[in-house]
């Protein structure tokens, strides 16, 4: 959309989107893609859904934590991983840690999902919690990073993380290689990314929408004005994309590759993940279902096209579950 961002560091390519699928080979699941005849009718288009919720620890994010972890040099598994993360990213780092047999340490905002804090100890880290409206993470985790010694894995503004969650639309692409539109759900930008990485090598011709909560169009705006554009913790249910900002290396690649970046409404989320839960028998968490509600919502003629659907993740309380499709 926009020139380069020359001050970014130096940009992952889709060679290291292939790099990484090597190494998640065997550890990731390859995740199916799911159709919906139902919901082919009522777009008049062929949908291709991308079934992220079906990952390890519930969402995409375990692939971008392995990828960056199995890189780890013995000094640095010695000392351990470190990540802020409202949830899925919390528990991708924990987990791949666990597997790789290093420590770590978690800050998480203290009104993170019950489910996804649980989850996050289960796999063995330790959590540290913060007031997401008042604090400031990242400024928490380079503290606690600096004090033990450990490496710092952002959630979304890193090559490897960038690369490995790329591999999910490289997957989907091997299988579907002909699709005319994909839909990415957006907070950070770090799949989006990825999946602008993988879409431009093996669909070049493939338009990539990006799909941000109306609450929270940090990237929206950051495009619009040519640079990032920091807002306040935005509320809204779709918790993973609570994000202020995109980061340096997520914005430059999404602002060179993306088509376009849609808003959803909560209720339309709402709406997406009772479509899931009833037609299609599978739960989503209110940000995995940002994609479906811009393929329905979002305006753009999608009629007679092949389009993809990533659904980024599944883990969502069942009781706030309940209480959402309930509204």
């Given at each position: 959309?926009?020139?380069?961002?020359?001050?970014?560091p130096a940009l992952p390519t889709y060679d290291d989107v292939a790099a990484a699928a090597l190494r998640l080979q065997g550890?990731?699941?390859?995740?199916?893609?799911?159709?919906?005849?139902?919901m082919d009718e009522q777009l008049g288009a062929r949908l291709f859904f991308k079934c992220e919720n079906l990952q390890r620890?519930?969402?995409?994010?375990?692939?971008?934590?392995?990828?960056?972890?199995?890189?780890?040099?013995?000094?640095?598994?010695?000392?351990?991983?470190?990540?802020?993360?409202?949830?899925?990213?919390?528990?991708?780092?924990?987990?791949?840690?666990q597997l790789l047999d290093m420590p770590a340490l978690i800050v998480m905002p203290e009104d993170a999902p019950a489910s996804?804090?649980?989850?996050?100890?289960?796999?063995?880290?330790?959590?540290?919690?913060?007031?997401?409206?008042?604090?400031?993470?990242?400024?928490?985790?380079?503290?606690?990073?600096?004090?033990?010694?450990?490496?710092?894995?952002?959630?979304?503004?890193?090559?490897?993380?960038?690369?490995?969650?790329?591999?999910?639309?490289?997957?989907?692409?091997?299988?579907?290689?002909?699709?005319?539109?994909?839909?990415?759900?957006?907070?950070?930008?770090?799949?989006?990314?990825?999946?602008?990485?993988?879409?431009?090598?093996?669909?070049?011709?493939?338009?990539?929408?990006?799909?941000?909560?109306?609450?929270?169009?940090?990237?929206?705006?950051?495009?619009?004005?040519?640079?990032?554009?920091?807002?306040?913790?935005?509320?809204?249910?779709?918790?993973?994309?609570?994000?202020?900002?995109?980061?340096?290396?997520?914005?430059?690649?999404?602002?060179?590759?993306?088509?376009?970046?849609?808003?959803?409404?909560?209720?339309?989320?709402?709406?997406?993940?009772?479509?899931?839960?009833?037609?299609?028998?599978?739960?989503?968490?209110?940000?995995?279902?940002?994609?479906?509600?811009?393929?329905?919502?979002?305006?753009?003629?999608?009629?007679?096209?092949?389009?993809?659907?990533?659904?980024?993740?599944?883990?969502?309380?069942?009781?706030?579950?309940?209480?959402?499709?309930?509204?």
């Amino acid at each position: 959309m926009s020139t380069t961002n020359t001050s970014s560091p130096a940009l992952p390519t889709y060679d290291d989107v292939a790099a990484a699928a090597l190494r998640l080979q065997g550890v990731a699941h390859r995740t199916p893609v799911l159709t919906s005849r139902t919901m082919d009718e009522q777009l008049g288009a062929r949908l291709f859904f991308k079934c992220e919720n079906l990952q390890r620890i519930g969402a995409f994010k375990f692939r971008g934590a392995y990828n960056a972890l199995s890189q780890f040099t013995p000094e640095q598994r010695k000392g351990g991983a470190l990540a802020f993360s409202s949830g899925n990213h919390a528990q991708a780092i924990a987990h791949a840690a666990q597997l790789l047999d290093m420590p770590a340490l978690i800050v998480m905002p203290e009104d993170a999902p019950a489910s996804k804090m649980a989850a996050t100890r289960g796999y063995g880290a330790q959590v540290v919690t913060y007031n997401r409206f008042s604090e400031d993470r990242e400024a928490i985790a380079a503290k606690l990073a600096a004090e033990r010694g450990m490496t710092l894995i952002p959630p979304y503004n890193h090559r490897d993380v960038i690369a490995g969650q790329g591999t999910a639309v490289m997957e989907l692409l091997q299988e579907q290689p002909d699709l005319d539109y994909l839909f990415v759900c957006l907070g950070g930008g770090g799949l989006l990314s990825g999946s602008l990485l993988a879409a431009n090598a093996l669909a070049p011709r493939c338009q990539v929408i990006g799909v941000e909560p109306e609450a929270g169009n940090d990237v929206q705006q950051s495009l619009r004005a040519g640079h990032i554009v920091p807002i306040p913790t935005p509320r809204t249910i779709a918790d993973g994309a609570q994000t202020q900002a995109p980061g340096d290396i997520t914005f430059a690649i999404i602002q060179q590759r993306v088509s376009e970046v849609l808003t959803v409404s909560d209720p339309q989320l709402i709406e997406s993940m009772r479509f899931y839960a009833e037609r299609m028998k599978i739960v989503v968490e209110p940000t995995g279902a940002l994609s479906l509600a811009a393929a329905i919502h979002g305006g753009l003629p999608l009629q007679g096209k092949r389009v993809g659907i990533v659904i980024s993740g599944g883990n969502v309380d069942l009781a706030r579950f309940a209480s959402l499709l309930s509204e």
